[in-house]
Nanobody, 131 residues
Framework: DVQLVESGGGSVQAGGSTRLSCVAS????????LGWFRQAPGKEREAVAG???????SYADFVKGRFTITKDNAENTLYLHMASLKPEDTAMYYC??????????????????????????WGQGTQVTVS
């Protein structure tokens, strides 16, 4: 079975940086659209950043200029580089295969989780805590 495995979360001081990684167990990232999402306690899961098959990126307004999504096709690894972290960035972060390549649109017009969850294949998540 395909698996997406995130790593790199943990506790970070406000203003600090960290990098999340997501490795796919069986398929090639170059053929897929991918995204990073997050869910804070008591809140809906929300899109953070997306990258399409050509490598074009898109971001939520609340992370623009602070977070960068990249992928290493040779290593089948997706990254989220996070800088200037704020306490409000505290959340569980999920990588996902974007089955319909719709993350760019989702970033522009947010939807409730139930309305887009089935359009993605999700990793198990990694916690980031900023204090």
């Amino acid at each position: 079975d395909v698996q997406l495995v995130e790593s790199g979360g943990g506790s970070v001081q406000a203003g600090g940086s960290t990098r999340l990684s997501c490795v796919a167990s069986t398929y090639t990232y170059s053929r897929y659209c991918l995204g990073w999402f997050r869910q804070a306690p008591g809140k809906e899961r929300e899109a953070v950043a997306g990258i399409d098959k050509e490598g074009t990126t898109s971001y939520a307004d609340f992370v623009k200029g602070r977070f960068t999504i990249t992928k290493d096709n040779a290593e089948n690894t997706l990254y989220l580089h996070m800088a200037s972290l704020k306490p409000e960035d505290t959340a569980m972060y999920y990588c996902a295969e974007d089955l319909l390549c719709r993350t760019r649109l989702l970033l522009e017009v947010p939807l409730e989780y139930d309305d887009f969850a089935s359009d993605y294949f999700w990793g198990q998540g990694t916690q980031v805590t900023v204090s």
